[in-house]
């Protein structure tokens, strides 16, 4: 039987052929009847290009969501109610946040897995999406993965994500932790809602059991990058005791 599977896995150094630009007949086509889960770094530059408070971010554009049989709850970006499910960014030029568009929209069609061997040490598999409504791939351009990723922006993106990642797969979870109702209040604070992160810190009601390191004190100044970085370590120490 024919594989109609999208999902096509790829080598890091594979070549393959797809570009997008506005002139393909489908712009924008990838763009609606999307579930679209955003990752913190995602929220962070969203909310940084939109000038909002992470909080009004997230009640303006975030649907949380978490149900039994659930570790962490997810985060998708909503969408408009104009018939076609469309992103609440795009337009008819094309995607109103570019600049910080997020990472699955940067890597599309290509997508990235990661798993980290008892080491640490973080090992990449790749998947090629071929839908049919996209017609990048009769493109003539030629990438491999690696590639295109660098193209699309997205080491910043991998980097917070496999930070995160680290929260998310730990050995703990492996073993069979599961936040309670407060502890999954406190994923959501400290990963997407970092305006708000901060101000618990400068106010005291967020203790860390060590000191902050330089880098730390830029977060809670305004590195909203370090920040996100302080959050994965304290909810390591709330969840993990580490
Ligand atoms: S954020 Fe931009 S690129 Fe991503 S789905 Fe929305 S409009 Fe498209
Ligand atoms: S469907 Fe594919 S080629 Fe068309 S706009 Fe989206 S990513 Fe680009």
């Given at each position: 039987?024919?594989?109609?599977?999208?999902?096509?896995?790829i080598?890091?150094?594979?070549?393959?052929?797809?570009?997008?630009?506005?002139?393909?007949?489908?712009?924008?086509?990838?763009?609606?009847?999307?579930?679209?889960?955003?990752?913190?770094?995602?929220?962070?530059?969203?909310?940084?290009?939109?000038?909002?408070?992470?909080?009004?971010?997230?009640?303006?554009?975030?649907?949380?969501?978490?149900?039994?049989?659930?570790?962490?709850?997810?985060?998708?970006?909503?969408?408009?109610?104009?018939?076609?499910?469309?992103?609440?960014?795009?337009?008819?030029?094309?995607?109103?946040?570019?600049?910080?568009?997020?990472?699955?929209?940067?890597?599309?069609?290509?997508?990235?897995?990661?798993?980290?061997?008892?080491?640490?040490?973080?090992?990449?598999?790749?998947?090629?999406?071929?839908?049919?409504?996209?017609?990048?791939?009769?493109?003539?351009?030629?990438q491999?993965?690696?590639?295109?990723?660098?193209?699309?922006?997205?080491?910043?993106?991998?980097?917070?994500?496999?930070?995160v990642?680290?929260?998310?797969?730990?050995?703990?979870?492996?073993?069979?932790?599961?936040?309670?109702?407060?502890?999954?209040?406190?994923?959501?604070?400290?990963?997407?809602?970092?305006?708000?992160?901060?101000q618990?810190?400068?106010?005291?009601?967020?203790?860390?059991?060590?000191?902050?390191?330089?880098?730390?004190?830029?977060?809670?100044?305004?590195?909203?990058?370090?920040?996100?970085?302080?959050?994965?370590?304290?909810?390591?120490q709330?969840?993990?005791?580490?």
């Open positions: 039987m024919a594989d109609t599977s999208p999902f096509q896995s080598a890091q150094a594979e070549r393959f052929r797809f570009a997008c630009h506005p002139g393909v007949p489908c712009f924008t086509e990838c763009c609606r009847q999307l579930d679209l889960a955003l990752t913190p770094y995602d929220v962070l530059r969203l909310k940084n290009n939109r000038n909002l408070h992470s909080g009004r971010f997230l009640e303006q554009f975030v649907l949380i969501e978490w149900e039994e049989g659930m570790v962490f709850p997810l985060c998708y970006l909503t969408m408009v109610d104009d018939g076609r499910a469309s992103c609440v960014f795009v337009t008819r030029e094309g995607c109103s946040v570019y600049p910080d568009r997020p990472g699955a929209c940067r890597a599309y069609p290509v997508g990235r897995g990661v798993s980290r061997g008892q080491d640490g040490t973080i090992r990449e598999q790749f998947v090629l999406v071929r839908e049919g409504h996209c017609q990048g791939f009769a493109e003539d351009t030629e491999t993965p690696s590639e295109y990723f660098k193209d699309q922006g997205l080491e910043l993106y991998n980097l917070y994500n496999d930070e990642a680290g929260l998310l797969q730990h050995e703990q979870v492996q073993l069979g932790f599961r936040p309670d109702r407060a502890q999954l209040d406190l994923f959501i604070l400290a990963l997407y809602n970092l305006d708000m992160f901060r618990e810190l400068a106010d005291g009601r967020i203790a860390m059991k060590r000191p902050l390191s330089p880098g730390e004190l830029q977060g809670l100044a305004g590195d909203d990058e370090q920040l996100l970085l302080l959050g994965i370590r304290w909810l390591k709330e969840f993990f005791g580490e």
